[in-house]
């Protein structure tokens, strides 16, 4: 009988081509990365190099998504040669989400936009506008690369970088950013593609990202008001879309992925998670998700992505 590590290395070489199974087989060869002792990163990262060229691109979240399903239903201690699945309990999310959520947005009811700046540790007065995207930027070192673009955009630049094109042209046309830094270097993606603005090539794990986009806009400024009045999370930006969701940068500052999806995509966006509970969007879990750039216009709605709070100072824990 094999051991267990072959029996692993043998299941990631049966991974079949994106459409033609890969995902359901995702879930068992995970289920023999654990039972052989692995880190879910080092499952994730070998999954990622054994998925072979197919119809689509498989993301990263998919990948985590099965192997977070069977943490939870391997029991410790199984062998590949002895498996026996955890018996499945009623998830007991970490707080009561609903309740929660109510209270907070009870305790913030009436608070704007006006409320959230006067929170504010830097007070800015401007009109909206590209000053917004300026300040912004300075959370970050001037030689700290980000992406800033659209949705389909690959380019990277230093801080400096964008800043001066931001100054000189007085105008942030660009929507969206990746709060997170990145290494300025191309990661393979799959499919013999490689991108400067994966979850691969994130080198600073600093902000998770969080937004309720099916909360009423008027409930999404009361419970933030409560949060940081409260001093119950450590935001570092909180900002209005010009759509229908407020987007909050939480500070997290984690030493790496392996710390990230700990954090962040099991603690926070996981299941039974915090931000779960309380109903956020779980698509933000990874650490390469795209936030709005605050300082652009929204032609197609005729509005400002807008700044509401910034505060560059961890807070003490």
């Not at 006067?118 to 009109?127: G, M, T, W, Y």
């Not at 290494?183 to 969080?210: L, M, N, P, T, W």
């Not at 309720?212 to 570092?236: C, M, N, R």
Request: glycine share 10%; hydrophobic share 40%; with cysteine.
């Amino acid at each position: 009988m094999n051991s267990t590590g072959e029996r692993y290395q043998a299941a990631l070489h049966r991974i079949p081509a994106p459409g033609a199974g890969c995902h359901a087989a995702l879930l068992g060869v995970a289920n023999v990365g654990i039972m052989a002792g692995l880190s879910d990163t080092e499952i994730l990262a070998d999954i990622r190099a054994s998925i072979p060229p197919g119809t689509r691109q498989v993301p990263d979240r998919e990948i985590m998504d099965a192997i977070t399903k069977a943490r939870r239903e391997v029991t410790p201690g199984a062998t590949a040669t002895g498996y026996r699945p955890a018996r499945r309990q009623v998830a007991r999310p970490i707080i009561d989400g609903q309740a929660t959520r109510t209270k907070l947005i009870r305790t913030g009811d009436g608070a704007g936009p006006a409320d959230i700046s006067e929170l504010s540790p830097i007070r800015f007065d401007h009109a909206p506008g590209y000053r917004d995207a300026l300040m912004v930027l300075s959370l970050y070192d001037a030689a700290e690369h980000v992406y800033v673009g659209d949705q389909y955009g690959r380019e990277v630049k230093p801080v400096s970088a964008w800043r001066g094109m931001i100054e000189g042209r007085q105008a942030a046309p660009w929507p969206n950013i990746m709060p997170n830094p990145v290494d300025g270097q191309a990661h393979e993606i799959g499919d013999g593609k490689r991108s400067f603005r994966c979850d691969a090539a994130v080198c600073a794990f600093r902000y998770a990202v969080v937004e309720f986009d099916t909360l009423p806009k008027p409930e999404q400024f009361a419970f933030w008001y409560s949060i940081i009045h409260g001093g119950l999370l450590d935001v570092a930006v909180l900002l209005d879309s010009g759509g229908k969701s407020l987007h909050a940068w939480v500070r997290v500052n984690l030493a790496d992925r392996a710390a990230w999806d700990v954090e962040v995509g099991t603690r926070f966006y996981g299941p039974d998670g915090v931000f779960t509970a309380l109903g956020a969007d779980r698509a933000c879990r990874n650490p390469s998700r795209l936030s709005r750039l605050p300082g652009h216009y929204r032609a197609e709605k005729a509005k400002w992505q807008t700044l509401l709070y910034v505060n560059p100072t961890e807070a003490r824990r």
